[in-house]
């Protein structure tokens, strides 16, 4: 009772925000959204099936020029253009999903990796629909408290379906895959279906929240939709909070993206460097995240699912 007391009141104090605060903070909070979104994403396929991803931006990139086009072309409002982008990295994650889950360890990370950037060279040569490396623009958008509170809705809608999936008898499934996934398939678990599953799942918020990004920039070119340092960033999150986790994504965006901030702020030609020391120390010394060392010593009560399961297993070192 208490979690969803704190939750609610966190909740409203997000909605409060943008009407009593400077447009720094909402802007701020804005990208805190977004990289909440990513985590969560990136923590389904990653953290719960156990099939680590370096490519998932390809799904942003996607939804960030699928949303932008539908824009520009199509004249759609921008909220119904980046629900637009999101079925269109549904769509793509499909087939690719059947095809790329077919590897498995660190081939299955560098097929990733490979894949986003071939969708950026793709972006940069299909320069008749995409302009290549000049961009497209969207008109600015002037108020963000709309695009604050679409972020924000979706971010905590991630949130509730991570929740729900750790409680699910799906969740069990992909910890099961994720655990032996030979073992898994002896015991009549479709782990086929359910990774490609997962894989689409994981796709929905990197393509709605892609188009949001652009809406945010009023801009999307082939570098900034396949950035690999926003993949990195999500993965380092979801490393710091706990993958596999319910509010390890959350905890992981909400720390590292006040830590960015403020180094940024502070020390702008050191910050990237001093923040990967501070992620590397953190995964050398907790590579189970900093919510299940918080759970193991007793500073947070163990809640239900797999948040329980993960803070009464021992630590070991993370697998690619």
């Known amino acids: 009772m208490t979690a969803w007391i704190l939750g609610g009141a966190l909740v409203a104090a997000a909605a409060v925000?943008?009407?009593?605060?400077?447009s720094y903070l909402v802007s701020f909070t804005i990208q805190l959204f977004l990289f909440v979104v990513l985590a969560y994403s990136w923590n389904v396929i990653s953290g719960y099936t156990g099939y680590t991803s370096f490519g998932h931006t390809s799904f942003f990139?996607?939804?960030?020029?699928?949303?932008?086009?539908?824009?520009?072309?199509?004249?759609?409002?921008?909220l119904l253009a980046c629900a637009g982008g999101g079925l269109l990295a549904?769509?793509?994650?499909?087939?690719?999903?059947?095809v790329m889950l077919r590897l498995r360890g660190s081939f299955f990370a560098i097929g990733m990796f490979g894949l986003?950037?071939?969708?950026?060279?793709?972006a940069f040569g299909w320069a008749d629909l995409t302009r290549g490396g000049t961009g497209?623009?969207?008109?600015?958008?002037?108020?963000?408290?709309?695009?604050?509170?679409?972020?924000?809705?979706?971010?905590?809608g991630m949130v509730l379906l991570t929740w729900r999936l750790d409680n699910s008898r799906f969740g069990l499934q992909l910890l099961a895959i994720r655990e032996d996934e030979d073992g898994a398939e002896a015991l009549g678990i479709k782990t086929t279906r359910l990774k490609v599953r997962a894989f689409?799942?994981?796709?929905?918020?990197?393509?709605?929240?892609?188009?949001f990004y652009a809406v945010y920039l009023s801009f999307i070119d082939p570098p900034t939709a396949f950035s690999p340092a926003t993949e990195l960033t999500t993965i380092a999150m979801v490393l710091f909070g706990g993958m596999g986790t319910v509010l390890g994504p959350l905890v992981g965006a909400a720390v590292l993206s006040v830590l960015y901030e403020g180094l940024w702020a502070r020390f702008?030609?050191?910050?990237?460097?001093?923040?990967?020391?501070?992620?590397?120390?953190?995964?050398?010394?907790?590579?189970r995240g900093v919510m299940?060392?918080?759970?193991?010593?007793?500073?947070?009560?163990?809640?239900?699912?797999?948040?329980?399961?993960?803070?009464?297993?021992?630590?070991?070192?993370?697998?690619?």
Do not use: C, N
């Open 90 to 98: 549904v769509a793509v994650a499909l087939p690719l999903g059947v």
């Open 61 to 78: 990139g996607i939804g960030a020029y699928g949303a932008t086009l539908m824009m520009l072309h199509w004249k759609l409002p921008w």
């Open 17 to 22: 925000l943008p009407l009593v605060t400077a």
């Open 292 to 320: 299940a060392v918080a759970m193991r010593r007793g500073w947070l009560p163990h809640g239900r699912g797999t948040l329980r399961r993960l803070a009464a297993r021992p630590a070991a070192p993370a697998e690619a």
């Open 116 to 122: 986003a950037r071939v969708f950026e060279a793709v």
């Open 268 to 287: 702008p030609q050191v910050y990237l460097g001093a923040g990967g020391v501070i992620i590397a120390a953190v995964v050398l010394l907790m590579p």
């Open 136 to 156: 497209l623009y969207l008109p600015p958008a002037y108020d963000l408290r709309p695009l604050y509170y679409a972020l924000g809705v979706l971010a905590l």
């Open 200 to 211: 689409v799942l994981s796709a929905v918020g990197p393509g709605v929240s892609g188009g």
